[in-house]
Nanobody
Framework: QVQLVDSGGGSVQAGGSMRLSCAAS????????MSWHRQVGGKVREWVAG???????NYSDSVKGRFVISKDNAKSTMYLQMNNLRPEDTGVYYC?????????WGKGTLVSVSS
């Protein structure tokens, strides 16, 4: 059974840093397409960062230069390092991984950035 557990959220002041984790289980974790998304209130879930099967990374303009997506295959875990956080980064962050023809999501972890 494929399972993603995202964690690491919490409260931080603007300018601070936080690292989110997404622990995967139930499948071979290596060359999967993976990404982080966030959702604020009732707004549409927004793509934040992604990594393709070759390890190339991409970021939304709003986080480029501040966030870094990475993974540790040995731990079957992906990360989102968030630096210089802003109040507008507040939201619930979700990890997503493609395995086979399916897309799997974590349940989300809340990040709150105060000014």
């Amino acid at each position: 059974q494929v399972q993603l557990v995202d964690s690491g959220g919490g409260s931080v002041q603007a300018g601070g840093s936080m690292r989110l984790s997404c622990a995967a289980s139930g499948f071979t974790f290596s060359t999967n397409i993976m990404s982080w998304h966030r959702q604020v209130g009732g707004k549409v879930r927004e793509w934040v960062a992604g990594m393709d099967t070759g390890g190339e990374t991409n970021y939304s303009d709003s986080v480029k230069g501040r966030f870094v997506i990475s993974k540790d295959n040995a731990k079957s875990t992906m990360y989102l390092q968030m630096n210089n956080l802003r109040p507008e980064d507040t939201g619930v962050y979700y990890c997503q991984i493609y395995y086979g023809s399916m897309s799997y999501w974590g349940k989300g972890t809340l990040v709150s950035v105060s000014s």
